[in-house]
């Protein structure tokens, strides 16, 4: 069939309804009917799909559809045969079939019915497939996920490496690779990798003007922050991604527990439970999926609203790829990432057992991630210039949608610092990746600088006066601007561009805006309505410790009796005014409060309206009750006065885990008698004298406790005392 006879608009109609293409589909689909070599990096969403399975369907021959999903394939293969009356139009060959099933497909394949045969990598591989293959009619290849054969791809598949030589050997074919991802370096490493550096290269824009980009500090306090963003985007579908299993499972109960409809996804559920989950998802019968990257590949969502990393991934290539999947309808997309270092250190230590060439590669990649999540530039600007293309942060599309837009930090003139730092990545002749050339500036030596004795160079130092946080921050900037370049062959050198070379001829203003701190210090941070900097409020603080007072003495027993500081602390933070709110504050069980948490309520509730407070009461996060069970057993054993040794015991825990317990039980509230116990330990008299100083002190510290009685009782004595006091007289 010749190209000039085919009217691809109307077969477009034809096939799939629509009236016109989408972007570059058109002059894409015309390179694939023109036989020529198609390279296609498409953002999802942009309908990449398209590009091959329009082709395949209007030629003569099978199109072999390569691709790493089986369960991706599965949606494609449905969707085209819901396209045309012949179910054979298109079929997948992969381990999951039968015999009967295998040969039906080659039937289907030898009689021109099937189009598109969709296969995974490791299928090709098989002799008896490549000869069967060999003897009908293919009309191209298609790589899909095509950024699998890169190792600096975000999801490297070894067996994609070997792609090239078994298509060659299936005959003189055109291959079409396409990708939703993929910087330079991978984007080279394909072309070669598939040797069709004569490929004709389409690039879509990677800009996604309405995703909003926002990178927040993890504190301690995360679950709040990322409950409290769901609650105030309620009824909007989400999806949080966390790294490993364990805590996709928390997360998602945390948030079940505090009334948000969530379900978990990761690769240890099994296949029914997966699907179950996902089709929750697409119809809407729960609000956010809480997953880790095993989830989203060909998940065709197009109103996911927000899209939360709750761990900071591994590639700025994941994270696009990811955050990709909110608002593909053009409508609202907030993406959200918490950040903190010691994620980052994390993921170094898990690349610390793998081959070392695998590590350089992971450690670049990663620094990449922390470059983006410190960088106070514009976001968009600086995640589009990863993928090779520029983005005027002024007049952009999408230029004021991301935090650092938005709430800019200051700007310093930094001129003669940049002729500085290009001056020396020019002199250094181009050896050096940033930390290297930064080290240089500032005059550190380390074992390469040694090795290529540029610390005996006369501009060694030269940028001594300024710290390697700075320097950091204005070579990314740099970069990002133009004046230098990372080295596609040898990823992550430095080298200067023509551009840069001219900056030193003839500098000119350079605004620099300096990076984020994102201090660990800010990790007990919670903000509250009375204070941004995470204390309680000191006013409410004092109040409750007067009313504390007076209730113990009203009772005849020590005010911590009654609620510890703690407790008290967390009051003054969080301002409950119901009983289920109190529940939760810190130290208070169910016991507790109602026992001693009317006046307390009536005293907070005064204070939040005499005072305008705005309470955020979405800051009491209900806990998931994970060592409820644990709880139960030594409740019930206890009273079944089972020896606390083998009550540790069986639960695997130290005797000192075991106190611990038993603390928290009796300082929420709940009776625990453990006389029993401490009968075998210490006589009547011993066990008096301990419990009147407990009534008479103002403190129920075991430090001050031990000083008192000076050696004459061990710490374990002491402490099973104090619990048998609290429960008696507390509870």
Not at 245 to 255: D, G, H, M, T, Y
Not at 351 to 366: C, T, Y
Not at 668 to 680: A, F, M, P, Q, V
Request: include cysteine; charged fraction near 30%.
């Amino acid at each position: 069939m010749n190209l000039d006879e085919i009217d691809i608009h109307k077969e477009l109609k034809k096939y799939f309804g629509f009236g016109q293409f989408k972007g570059l589909q058109e002059p894409v689909i015309k390179s694939i009917l023109n036989k020529e070599n198609t390279f296609v990096i498409m953002p999802t969403g942009g309908g990449k799909s398209l590009c091959y399975q329009l082709p395949a369907l209007i030629q003569e021959g099978t199109a072999i559809v390569v691709s790493p999903l089986i369960a991706l394939m599965k949606n494609q293969v449905d969707a085209i045969r819901s396209l045309s009356s012949e179910n054979g139009i298109a079929h997948v060959l992969n381990s999951s079939l039968t015999k009967t099933e295998i040969t039906q497909v080659k039937n289907d394949i030898t009689a021109g019915i099937t189009k598109l045969l969709y296969v995974a990598p490791e299928s090709l591989t098989k002799e008896e497939y490549v000869q069967f293959l060999q003897s009908v009619k293919i009309s191209f290849v298609a790589i899909d996920e095509a950024h699998c054969i890169s190792e600096w791809g975000h999801d490297f598949r070894p067996e994609y490496r070997n792609l090239r030589h078994i298509i060659k050997q299936i005959g003189d074919v055109p291959m079409i690779g396409l990708t939703a991802t993929a910087t330079p370096k991978v984007q080279e490493d394909i072309l070669k990798n598939l040797d069709m550096s004569d490929a004709t290269t389409f690039k879509a824009s990677f800009n996604r003007p309405n995703l909003y980009y926002e990178v927040r500090t993890k504190t301690k306090n995360i679950e709040s922050d990322i409950i409290r963003f769901i609650k105030q985007n309620k009824g909007k579908s989400g999806i949080i991604y966390c790294l490993s299993r364990k805590k996709v499972e928390a997360i998602a109960e945390v948030l079940m527990v505090n009334g948000i409809s969530a379900v978990p996804y990761h690769a240890g559920l099994d296949a029914k439970t997966r699907a179950k989950h996902q089709d929750m998802f697409l119809m809407e019968d729960v609000e956010v999926v809480v997953a880790t990257i095993a989830f989203g590949m060909g998940i065709d969502k197009p109103d996911v609203r927000f899209v939360i990393h709750h761990d900071i991934p591994k590639s700025l290539e994941s994270y696009y790829q990811e955050t990709g999947r909110g608002g593909r309808d053009g409508g609202e997309g907030h993406c959200l990432a918490y950040y903190s270092y010691k994620d980052v250190e994390k993921l170094e230590k898990f690349m610390s057992g793998k081959p070392v060439a695998e590590q350089e590669i992971g450690f670049a990649l990663l620094q990449e991630v922390v470059a983006y999540a410190e960088t106070s530039m514009s976001r968009r600007k600086f995640l589009l210039h990863y993928f090779g293309e520029e983005f005027d942060s002024e007049t952009g599309e999408g230029a004021d949608m991301d935090d650092n837009v938005r709430n800019p930090k200051n700007k310093v003139e930094a001129k003669n610092q940049v002729v500085n730092l290009l001056e020396v990545v020019r002199d250094t002749k181009h050896l050096y990746k940033s930390k290297e050339v930064v080290f240089t500036l500032i005059g550190r030596v380390n074992a390469v600088i040694k090795a290529h004795k540029t610390d005996s160079q006369s501009f060694f130092g030269s940028g001594a006066n300024y710290d390697e946080k700075y320097w950091m921050a204005l070579l990314r900037q740099v970069l990002v601007d133009g004046y230098l370049a990372k080295d596609i062959e040898t990823y992550g050198i430095v080298k200067i561009t023509e551009k840069g070379l001219d900056y030193i001829k003839n500098p000119v203003s350079f605004l620099m805006s300096e990076d984020h701190e994102y201090n660990e210090i800010e990790d007990d941070a919670i903000v509250s309505a009375a204070s941004s900097s995470g204390t309680a409020d000191e006013a409410l603080m004092v109040m409750l410790r007067e009313l504390r007072k007076k209730e113990a003495k009203k009772l005849g027993v020590p005010p911590f009796v009654v609620f510890q500081d703690p407790s008290l602390e967390d009051m003054a933070l969080k301002y409950p005014i119901t009983l289920d709110e109190l529940i939760n504050i810190h130290g208070v069980g169910e016991g507790k409060a109602k026992k001693y948490g009317t006046p307390f309520l009536a005293l907070i509730s005064n204070y939040v309206d005499d005072n305008d407070i705005i309470r955020p009461d979405d800051l009491v996060v209900k806990s998931t009750g994970v060592n409820s069970a644990s709880k139960l057993y030594i409740i019930q054993n206890i009273d079944r006065k089972l020896s606390l040794d083998d009550i540790a015991s069986a639960k695997g825990m130290t005797m000192d885990d075991l106190i611990k317990e038993m603390e928290q039980i009796v300082y929420s509230g709940t009776k625990l008698n453990i006389k029993y116990w401490i009968d075998e330990m210490l006589d009547d008299d011993q066990q008096q004298e301990i419990h009147d100083y407990f009534m008479e002190s103002d403190s129920d510290k075991i430090e001050e406790a031990l000083k008192e009685f000076d050696g004459e009782y061990d710490i374990d004595e002491l402490r099973l005392i104090r619990i048998k006091f609290i429960s008696e007289v507390a509870n």
